[in-house]
């Protein structure tokens, strides 16, 4: 029973085979100018309007017999999201389930993301029961409480941060040094050539927390001429600790729900450390822990199996 999804998000284009057991995703990361920090959304959307019929091309090699279609049609399951890039996979998808007379299941960015972390960890059993969660991205880090709702979730925020999220101090970070954007992976090779460690303080309140102060201490690092690596060190710190510091605090206020971690900031291998040996968090598949199709088209295949009308 094979299902297609598709999730068009700011930065990338993914499309996604599931059959219950078995997937596969094709991702492509939208181009950014060198020492730009992003896209507008019309540029956004441009591009995905260009690259998803070649994407799915490379997926649907061998013919597939589609029973649903699933898109990531807006960023959160809360009234009043939206984005227009999503607008791209939304009406491919619905394009698609029409001439396959097939049903079509619009769901959330962030509920895809959490799907595809779980799946990833091969623990799907944690979207029927509550758990915490964590979305960190170039766009959101938000501590989440999420419970289950019908086939997919429901997330409700109780903490992150109040100002700038992890992956845009990351990017802002790496653009400052010169790399390109997105600067995750660059980062993080970065932090293996750190000679100094400054332990960066980030305050915590009621689970939440600002980083715009850190942005201003990389600029003053960047000013005085410190080591890129140094500075790499400082900014991945300083977002590491305070989620571990988070995650244990959440731990002590919901005792016993498991904690999950998406996006893609999760990539980052000292962030990794700490939430799984700290914290004892799951942790999504570096593959899946950044933008992807995969979560959409699970949660498409699990309302199909449970009959949901779309």
Request: charged fraction near 20%; charge should be negative.
């Amino acid at each position: 029973m094979p299902v297609l999804g598709l999730d068009t998000s700011n930065y990338t284009t993914s499309v996604a085979l599931f059959d219950g057991e078995t997937g596969v995703n094709l991702g492509r990361l939208l181009e950014v100018r060198p020492g730009e920090l992003g896209l507008r959304q019309s540029d956004a959307l441009f591009q995905h309007v260009k690259r998803l019929p070649g994407l799915l091309e490379g997926l649907m090699r061998e013919e597939q017999d589609i029973q649903a279609v699933g898109a990531s049609t807006r960023p959160r399951a809360v009234e009043g999201s939206y984005m227009p890039c999503f607008l791209a996979g939304e009406s491919q998808g619905r394009g698609i389930a029409a001439a396959l007379k097939v049903p079509f299941y619009a769901h959330s960015h962030q509920q895809g993301h959490l799907t595809a972390a779980a799946w990833s960890a091969g623990r799907l059993d944690l979207l029927d029961a509550p758990f915490l969660a964590w979305h960190l991205s170039g766009g959101t880090t938000e501590l989440l409480l999420v419970r289950p709702d019908g086939t997919s979730v429901t997330a409700e925020i109780i903490g992150g941060t109040s100002d700038l999220s992890a992956g845009q101090l990351i990017d802002r970070t790496g653009v400052l040094l010169g790399l390109q954007f997105p600067a995750g992976k660059a980062m993080d090779g970065l932090y293996a050539q750190a000679d100094v460690c400054y332990e960066p303080n980030v305050k915590l309140k009621d689970l939440t927390f600002s980083l715009s102060g850190m942005e201003n201490q990389v600029k003053a690092l960047v000013r005085e001429g410190e080591k890129p690596g140094n500075i790499a060190r400082f900014a991945i710190d300083a977002i590491s600790s305070v989620v571990w510091r988070a995650t244990q605090e959440a731990q002590r206020r919901y005792p016993g729900l498991p904690v999950l971690c998406s996006g893609g900031v999760v990539s980052n291998s000292q962030l990794r450390v700490g939430l799984t040996d700290i914290c004892g968090a799951i942790v999504a598949h570096p593959q899946y822990s950044s933008d992807n199709a995969m979560g959409t088209a699970i949660l498409t295949w699990r309302a199909l199996k449970a009959g949901e009308q779309s």
